[in-house]
C-alpha cells in the first residue's frame, strides 16, 4: 500500500511543480560564482514548500490558516520580487560596472527571496493537496510529506543541473538577468488572473 503511495506522491508532486525547475534553474544561473548561493536558494526552497505542506496538512486536518480567497493575491508576491529584479537588471545595465560588482558581493538570491516565489507559485498546489491529504490519512499524510521532501533536494539538483550545462549556463548568463524578471512577472500574474484576483 505505502508503495502505491510514494508512486502517487512522485505523479502528484512532479505534475504540481514542473514549472518550479525553470525558476529554480533561474536562481541558479543568477547565483553561479558566488560562494554559498547553492546552498541558500536550497534552503528558501525548502522554507518555501514546507510552509506549503504545512498549510496543507493544517486545511486538511481542519484547520485554515489560508483563506482560500487569500491565494490568488499570493501572485503579488512573485510579481512585486519580478519588479525588484526588473529595476535592479535596469539600473545596473545604466550605472556601469561599479554597481554590478557591489551586486556580486551579495550572492545572488537570498533564502527569503526563494521562499517567498516558491510558496507563492506553490499556492495553486495546496488546493490540489489539501483533498488528496484529507482522504489519505496520517499515515499517508507522512508518506506524501517524507516524498515530497526528498523530492524537493531532486528539483533543485535538476535546477542547479539544467543551470551548470554549457549551452543553458551560456544563454542564462546572457539573458538570465532578463528572463527571471519575465518569469516571476509571469508567475504572479498568471496567479492573479486565473485566481480571479481583483475581478480579473
Not at 114 to 132: C, E, K, Q, S
Amino acid at each position: 500500500m505505502h508503495l502505491g503511495i510514494v508512486g502517487q506522491a512522485v505523479g502528484l508532486f512532479a505534475v504540481t511543480n514542473i514549472d518550479d525547475i525553470l525558476v529554480l534553474a533561474l536562481f541558479f544561473a543568477q547565483g553561479a560564482g558566488h560562494p554559498g548561493s547553492a546552498r541558500r536558494i536550497m534552503l528558501g526552497q525548502y522554507l518555501g514548500f514546507a510552509a506549503i505542506l504545512a498549510v496543507a496538512v493544517a486545511a486538511a486536518l481542519g484547520a485554515t490558516f489560508l483563506p482560500e480567497a487569500v491565494i490568488p493575491y499570493l501572485g503579488l508576491l512573485p510579481l512585486a520580487l519580478g519588479l525588484k529584479a526588473a529595476w535592479r537588471a535596469w539600473t545596473d545595465r545604466h550605472d556601469g560596472s561599479d554597481d554590478e560588482e557591489e551586486r556580486a558581493g551579495e550572492g545572488g538570491p537570498g533564502p527569503l527571496e526563494v521562499a517567498a516565489v516558491t510558496f507563492a507559485n506553490g499556492g495553486d498546489n495546496i488546493g490540489v493537496y489539501v483533498p488528496v491529504f484529507a482522504t489519505a490519512g496520517i499515515g499517508g499524510m507522512s508518506v506524501y510529506a517524507v516524498v515530497f521532501l526528498v523530492l524537493v533536494a531532486v528539483w533543485c539538483w535538476a535546477g542547479r543541473f539544467f543551470a551548470t550545462r554549457p549551452v543553458i549556463a551560456k544563454a542564462l548568463a546572457r539573458w538570465g538577468h532578463i528572463l527571471l524578471p519575465l518569469v516571476l512577472i509571469a508567475i504572479g500574474l498568471l496567479i492573479l488572473v486565473e485566481g480571479g484576483a481583483f475581478g480579473l
